[in-house]
């Protein structure tokens, strides 16, 4: 569905998003990552060294993005990547506390968003069975949310 994905943020959540989706066996395309902090993007290459770290603006023009942060950090993010996304990119957040409507005034108008909020993660780290909730955008059609 997705020709690339892109990560901003290197640290825990992308680790285990990646490693999740290495035990289950899924060919991804190809990922790309940003994150300000060169030690994050390293300790992530030696788990995954097909990851590819790219500036902020090649990461947001991905067709699918996932925000990785911490709230405090992605007000200033999202304001700096709202010109890169693409028409037919998916931001998806993986922050707590921000809705969709936040989300979508802060990307002054773009729609096509979704949050993924994990249940349970670390009985996931313990047993490997992982709970997601995703909420979608009301832009999303039927056929786009699978």
Known sequence: MF????????GRV??????????????LPSVYVFDQSPEAINSLK???????????????SKALVFVALHPPV????????????????????????????MLQEKLYGFDNLSRCLS????????????IWVVHFNSSFTTRQKY
């Open 46 to 60: 030696e788990y995954f060294p097909q990851v590819q770290s790219v500036s902020l603006s090649e990461v947001a």
């Open 119 to 130: 249940l349970w993660w670390l009985l996931y780290l313990l047993i490997e069975i992982a």
């Open 14 to 27: 992308t680790r285990i998003m990646l490693g999740g989706w290495q035990h289950k066996g899924v060919d």
């Open 74 to 101: 992605i007000d200033e993010i999202l304001t700096e990547i709202h010109s890169h996304l693409g028409k037919h990119s998916v931001l998806c957040s993986l922050a707590p506390k921000l809705r969709l409507s």
């Open 3 to 10: 020709d690339s994905i892109g990560f901003i943020g290197a």
